[in-house]
């Protein structure tokens, strides 16, 4: 193909493909005058969502803070037989398509499952409760907060902290003081993309939970449950969670920055004062 | 080695104490882990807390006080409030130091100090190191490649080859009489085959062999063509018949490369 002519596929192209990845977002913010979206947002169904998404999601963030940071330091840090093996299972969910994710805790927690008759027995019921919402938004967003923890955890010199048991520090005190201040900035971009990714769950969340208004319908629900009957407040949860996109792509970078500054080599840009012996 | 005495690796056996304390045993299963032994570690890059001052990088194994006290010491007291990425080589280097020795050890472990120095500043630092361990009280295990830093600043020296211990001695004593073909090239002499009876091998230092260019009476020589003329100011070091020679430079003047020579020594010591 002569030079010029590649240069046109190559742009039309292209020009096609960004046309079609941002039309879409540009219609969702045409086709519902934009000062009627607070009003849309008010509706009790939105409200509810808004609520149900919040409280579950910021439990499920906590449990994945609580139990995903000591798994991720583990997999950065110990090197053992099956440690590939164990770092693929974590990162299962992220390919796994969310409605068989849904289905997947069903058969371990729901009625007839591996441990739902031994929950049953103990009084404890989970599908289809709000519990199961945040069992789901956990399972999926899970894997993001602890592949990126390993990434932060791995990318500590290990002679910080060997420096710092030698200097008397127990491992809680090295972990506290220095493995943790130095992944800081990598888990919070973890954090930041496992909470997105979780407030976006919808698949797992319907099958495992269902959308029962103001008790495990989120937003995403919201969304589907509103098409038919109110389309505009659809819309209108359809732009709130694209500026919430925003502000998480928005906050991922600005931290890609400050991890940037705070990296444990010498900088080779930064100023350093003159070799002085 | 150091890794082994601090507490970061474990060997297969043996023991390691201090006095009565002791921190590792095989045979009885002792095993501390490195905050139970009283080490002070200086790591060959330092490894410095980038997101600490200066001050909290000391003070992280002692008190605020101690610390301040070491950085009047170590003549970086002005640095207290800097973070490590922002300092020289040298500076780092005495951070590194003021930081294990905060923890009041029983014993310091430096790994290769100098290695990341440039060679400027190493000379400078060498010598502060120097004077710097006479007055530690507590003794001191160094471990380096370089032999000017190990006859420099230690008072006894052990050389260890492919993980066996070859020779301890002073300084003095490896000079003079070194046990092995080894020890002998690690402080700097030639090693002589074929020159003396019976297959010795020899061992003399450069300064104790001189060129001339006619058949020397001396006890032991070797013929050759000189190869290499190198002066270093007072001093040139001169390579001939496969040895290293190191002669006042007046008396180098008159040699030219290519030509005949001899290599004469009458000190030597036997090796083996």
Redesign the interface.
């Known amino acids: 193909m002569r030079g010029r002519a590649f240069d046109v596929v190559v742009i039309a192209s292209a020009a096609l493909a960004l046309a079609f990845l941002t039309l879409p977002l540009i219609a969702l913010f045409t086709q519902v005058p934009l000062t009627d979206v607070p009003d849309l947002l008010g509706d009790p169904v939105v409200t509810d969502a808004i609520k149900v998404t919040l409280k579950t999601n910021l439990i499920a963030d906590a449990l994945i803070l609580l139990l995903g940071t000591p798994t991720a330091f583990l997999l950065a840090r110990r090197r053992f037989r099956g440690r590939t093996f164990i770092i693929t299972l974590v990162e299962l969910p992220l390919v796994l398509p969310p409605a068989v994710a849904g289905i997947a805790l069903l058969a371990a927690f729901g009625r007839g499952g591996l441990f739902g008759d031994a929950l049953a027995n103990a009084g404890i019921i989970l599908p289809f409760t709000q519990w199961a919402v945040v069992l789901a938004v956990a399972f999926v967003a899970a894997p993001f907060y602890v592949r990126q923890g390993i990434a932060a955890f791995a990318a500590v010199d290990p002679q910080l902290p060997a420096a710092a048991r030698t200097l008397g520090a127990s491992p809680w005190r090295t972990f506290r003081r220095i493995d943790l201040p130095l992944a800081a900035s990598g888990l919070a971009a973890g954090a930041v993309l496992a909470f997105a990714r979780g407030v976006g769950e919808f698949g797992a969340t319907i099958v495992f939970a269902g959308s029962v208004r103001g008790e495990t319908q989120t937003l995403t629900l919201g969304i589907y449950d509103q098409l038919e009957s109110n389309f505009d407040a659809a819309l209108a949860i359809g732009i709130l969670l694209v500026a919430l996109s925003g502000a998480v792509l928005l906050g991922v970078k600005m931290l890609a920055t400050w991890r940037s500054s705070t990296s444990t080599s010498p900088s080779p840009f930064g100023p350093t004062r003159s070799a002085s012996a | 080695m150091l890794r082994a005495v ?3 690796l474990h060997p297969d056996a043996g023991r390691i104490a201090l006095d009565d304390d002791v921190w590792f045993d095989a045979a009885r299963r002792v095993r501390l ?3 139970r ?1 009283a ?3 200086v ?1 060959q ?1 330092h ?1 410095l ?3 600490l001052t200066v001050l909290r990088n000391v003070a ?2 002692g008190t605020p006080e101690r610390a301040r006290e070491l950085l009047e010491r170590f003549g970086i007291a002005p640095l207290a409030d ?1 973070r ?8 780092r280097q005495r951070v590194a130091l003021a ?2 020795l ?2 009041d050890p029983g014993v310091l472990l430096l790994d290769e100090p100098l290695s990341a120095l ?1 060679a ?2 190493r000379a ?2 060498r010598g ?1 190191l120097a004077a710097m361990l006479r007055e530690l009280t507590i003794p001191a295990l160094l471990v380096t490649h370089d032999h000017r830093d190990a006859l420099a600043l230690a008072d006894r020296i052990g050389v260890i080859v492919e993980g066996r211990l070859r020779q301890v001695g002073t300084p003095a004593e490896l000079l003079r009489a070194p046990a092995d073909p080894f020890v002998a090239t690690f402080t700097g002499a030639n090693v002589v085959r074929g020159v003396a009876p019976g297959g010795a091998v020899l061992a003399v230092q450069p300064w104790d062999v001189r060129v001339t260019l006619v058949e020397p009476s001396a006890k032991w020589s070797v013929p050759g063509l000189i190869e290499a003329i190198e002066d270093e100011g007072p001093r040139a070091r001169v390579r001939v018949g496969g040895l290293v020679a190191e002669v006042p430079t007046s008396d180098a003047t008159h040699l030219v490369i290519g030509a005949r020579a001899w290599a004469a020594f009458d000190d030597a010591h036997v090796i083996g």
Do not use: C, I, K, Q
Request: aromatic share 8%.
């Open positions: 601090a507490g970061l882990p490195p905050e032994r080490v002070g570690l790591f890059d490894a807390f980038p997101h992280f194994g800097e490590p990425p922002r300092l020289s080589g040298g500076e930081r294990a905060a923890r440039d400027h500043t400078v630092v502060e």
